[in-house]
């Protein structure tokens, strides 16, 4: 059974650091790029980071460049972000997506963060 499980929101004060966690089962996820994506009230889904399969590499978006951290530990099957210096903004559900080169895809359920004093 495909399986990706996103943990680690909850509620957070601005300026705050929350680490989601993404915990991937059932597929081979060392070959899989991985990102994260975000969507608050009202918005669309929003991309933030990609990490390759190997961890090589990554990508941001400029909304949280400098912010934001995505790392993985392939041997846990886990893609990590790391989230600092929070603002009300950043208050969305959070999801974790993996994709092959074959675009074989799958998505967390989302975990919410909600950033607010």
């Known amino acids: 059974q495909v399986q990706l499980v996103e943990s680690g929101g909850g509620l957070v004060q601005p300026g705050g650091s929350l680490r989601l966690s993404c915990a991937a089962s059932?597929?081979?996820?060392?070959?899989?790029?991985a990102h994260w994506y975000r969507q608050g009230p009202g918005k669309e889904r929003e991309f933030l980071a990609l990490?390759?399969?190997?961890?090589?590499?990554?990508n941001y978006a400029d909304s949280v460049k400098g912010r934001f951290a995505i790392s993985r530990d392939n041997a846990k099957s886990t893609v990590y972000l790391q989230m600092n210096s929070l603002k009300p903004e950043d208050t969305a559900v959070y999801y974790c997506?993996?994709?092959?080169?074959?675009?074989?895809?799958?998505w967390g359920q989302g975990t919410q963060v909600t950033v607010s004093s």
């Open positions: 997506h993996a994709q092959n080169r074959y675009f074989s895809s799958y």
């Open positions: 059932g597929f081979t996820f060392n070959t899989y790029t």
């Open positions: 990490i390759n399969s190997a961890g090589s590499s990554t």
